[in-house]
């Protein structure tokens, strides 16, 4: 084989993706979710998130704050576990999408991702395959939040809506990972992903209706929380599971999501392909 062809130049951007059909990205996707799996079974402590951070925050707000901010709800301690437990589903969509910022980044520093960008695979389907890991991992932070909020007096009354919550909180979880992929392919270490990601949540999560009522917030932080997607997430969620108006709150959830995905993930696979 002559030198030019061990030589030749790698395809142009997007050229590779051009000539594989939506069969081909499918089975590549495939492929790299049971890649990213595997990955997990090997490292299980990578988990720990998914499945020790709802045990945790469910158990500290509710035996916590339960008794206090109970009360301002005019009942107690039961009537916080009912405004609550719908509204971590906001907090474990955003918790959870932020792991997946740091493991991308974690994959590029390992060389991983330069062998992934040389194999003729549309490289929108590493992305696509990390999107779908989460969303599991998403599921089954969400399934455990939900036996220890029953476990400690959350009563589920409509099963057609907390399964409308659960679609609505992924819908906007996934949304959510876009921006950290694109912070996983553009910050220098996984640190500077995690740092980032608590400078952003933090506001959000407890700028919101998730933990406690809005009324009672200064005027300038309730017009924060009224435009935070968060509250409308949290909001939707709790009208599903609990009753009450829910329409104008789902429509801009979903509004905020579709907007997202459409605006930061042409972004991130742009990113991905260029990176050097």
Same mark, same amino acid.
């Given at each position: ?69 109970? %009360? ?9 576990? %009912? ?39 549309? %490289? ?40 409308a919550a659960v679609g609505l909180s992924a819908l906007f979880g996934t949304s959510i990972m876009w921006i950290f992929l694109v912070l996983g392919v553009s910050m220098k270490s996984a640190q500077s992903v995690q740092a980032m990601g608590f400078l952003v949540l933090m506001p959000l999560q407890f700028g919101s209706s998730i933990f ?65």
């Amino acid at each position: 084989m002559s030198a030019t062809t061990l030589t030749a130049a790698p395809l142009k951007t997007g050229e590779a993706d051009a000539r594989i059909g939506l069969r081909g990205h499918v089975r590549h996707t495939s492929a790299l979710v049971r890649r990213n799996l595997l990955w997990i079974r090997q490292d299980p402590e990578s988990m720990f998130d998914a499945v020790l951070m709802p045990i945790v925050f469910t158990l500290l707000f509710v035996y916590v704050f339960g008794g206090s901010i109970g %009360q301002a709800l005019g009942g107690g301690q039961d009537q916080y576990v %009912q405004y609550v437990v719908p509204g971590m589903m906001a907090m474990m969509s955003m918790n959870i999408a932020m792991a997946v910022g740091t493991g991308f980044n974690q994959d590029f520093q390992n060389g991983i991702m330069d062998r992934f960008r040389t194999l003729p695979i549309g %490289q929108g389907s590493v992305l696509f395959a990390k999107i779908v890991v989460e969303l599991m991992r998403l599921l089954i932070a969400t399934t455990i939040m939900m036996i220890v909020g029953v476990l400690v007096g959350f009563d589920i009354t409509n099963w057609l809506g907390l399964f409308a919550a659960v679609g609505l909180s992924a819908l906007f979880g996934t949304s959510i990972m876009w921006i950290f992929l694109v912070l996983g392919v553009s910050m220098k270490s996984a640190q500077s992903v995690q740092a980032m990601g608590f400078l952003v949540l933090m506001p959000l999560q407890f700028g919101s209706s998730i933990f406690a009522p809005t009324k009672s917030m200064p005027g300038w932080l309730q017009g924060f929380t009224d435009y935070n997607p968060l509250s409308s997430l949290a909001d939707s969620a709790r009208g599903l599971m609990v009753g009450g108006p829910v329409a104008h709150d789902v429509w801009v959830t979903v509004g905020w999501s579709v907007a997202l995905t459409l605006v930061m993930a042409p972004i991130a696979i742009h990113k991905f392909r260029t990176k050097n």
